[in-house]
């Protein structure tokens, strides 16, 4: 009796046609599944279990990108956005973050064996906010392009966001205002007095010597400014201009006829300009009167970049038929930390 029970309970089930499984990507490890998945959600937005939005963003529906493609951002602006290649850049949660930064470390003295030990002097600390702002890139694809086999959705989606934040950003961390968007190292106050003198968050710059040009001698200028940066700064300095800079400075010469420019020798290593890196950022200005047209730093000690860890994507196929959008955000910030870690060369006569 059991084994004719057990024959009309198989016998029942065999009618019963099971669903497929979802296809859900995974953030972590399978990346040929997760690649899959997500593809599958960017043509048609149907492959995806409703439960894979929750948790990640909240109730607006946000999708995350997974780990692979964000990989592939992060390596791609840090090719073609030059400041974040050289600063100190921190993933944080949330758009409060604070950073404390003592100046004149601890104060200490002398004694004799014997002598009383009187109390030294508090550390000052300042608190450093990064100006946060939330960046954004809303390329589109048509439905019919996103249906094509052929059509690789995923190196295309990364390669668009990456354009755009790197465009955005790249400008940002020179010249941003701080207002919803990182402040950028020209934006501060400058002045000529030097470490010490100064109050925090205020850069020094040193003349050229003429107004919209270099002086004679102009290899001295840059000597000058490489030594205006204290030696524990220096290990790890570099210079920051942009092309048309660049393409004067390449042809100084010292007095014995010597170019002062020394190109990289192997593949992969930076050209140097007096024995440090030169990084090219478009944003930096023109040699012009008044202008801080070169930079000098450590960037690493002197700019940080604050910016969340995961890349949110809303896919749109509804607003701009028959165009799919795909608006992808994120948020970051920026902000000197240290104004003795960064010196600039102002083209005026003082």
Do not use: H
């Amino acid at each position: 009796m059991i084994e004719v029970k057990a024959d009309t309970l198989d016998a029942s089930f065999a009618d019963v046609d099971m669903a497929p499984a979802v296809d859900r990507p995974v953030l972590s490890g399978a990346a040929p599944q997760s690649g899959a998945a997500f593809a599958g959600f960017l043509r048609s937005g149907s492959t995806v279990e409703m439960k894979s939005f929750t948790g990640v963003t909240g109730d607006t529906g946000g999708y995350a990108v997974p780990k692979e493609i964000d990989a592939v951002i992060d390596r791609t602006l840090k090719s073609i956005s030059p400041i974040r290649a050289v600063a100190n850049v921190v993933k944080v949660g949330s758009a409060g973050y604070r950073k404390l930064v003592t100046t004149g470390g601890t104060p200490s003295g002398w004694a004799s064996e014997v002598a009383p030990r009187p109390d030294s002097a508090t550390p000052s600390f300042i608190e450093i906010a990064p100006a946060m702002g939330e960046l954004y890139a809303n390329p589109s694809a048509s439905q019919a392009m996103l249906d094509d086999a052929l059509f690789d959705v995923e190196a295309w989606l990364a390669d668009e966001i990456a354009m755009e934040f790197a465009s955005a950003e790249g400008a940002a961390f020179v010249n941003g205002s701080g207002v919803s968007r990182p402040k950028g190292f020209l934006q501060y106050p400058t002045a000529v007095t030097a470490d010490g003198a100064r109050s925090f968050g205020t850069l020094q710059y040193l003349a050229s010597g003429a107004a919209g040009d270099f002086a004679a001698n102009p290899q001295d200028k840059l000597i000058d400014l490489v030594q205006s940066l204290r030696a524990p700064y220096r290990q790890g300095a570099v210079f920051v201009m942009n092309s048309a800079t660049l393409a004067r400075i390449r042809k100084f010469k010292t007095t014995d006829g010597a170019f002062i420019w020394t190109p990289g020798l192997v593949a992969g290593q930076p050209a140097t300009l007096l024995g440090y890196p030169v990084i090219e950022a478009e944003a930096m200005p023109d040699i012009a009167a008044n202008t801080l047209a070169i930079a000098f730093g450590n960037f690493r000690a002197g700019y940080l970049i604050a910016e969340r860890t995961e890349t949110a994507i809303l896919r749109d196929p509804y607003t701009n038929k028959p165009f799919v959008n795909f608006y992808a955000t994120k948020r970051i910030g920026g902000c000197v930390s240290n104004s003795e870690a960064i010196k600039l060369l102002k083209f005026a006569a003082s």
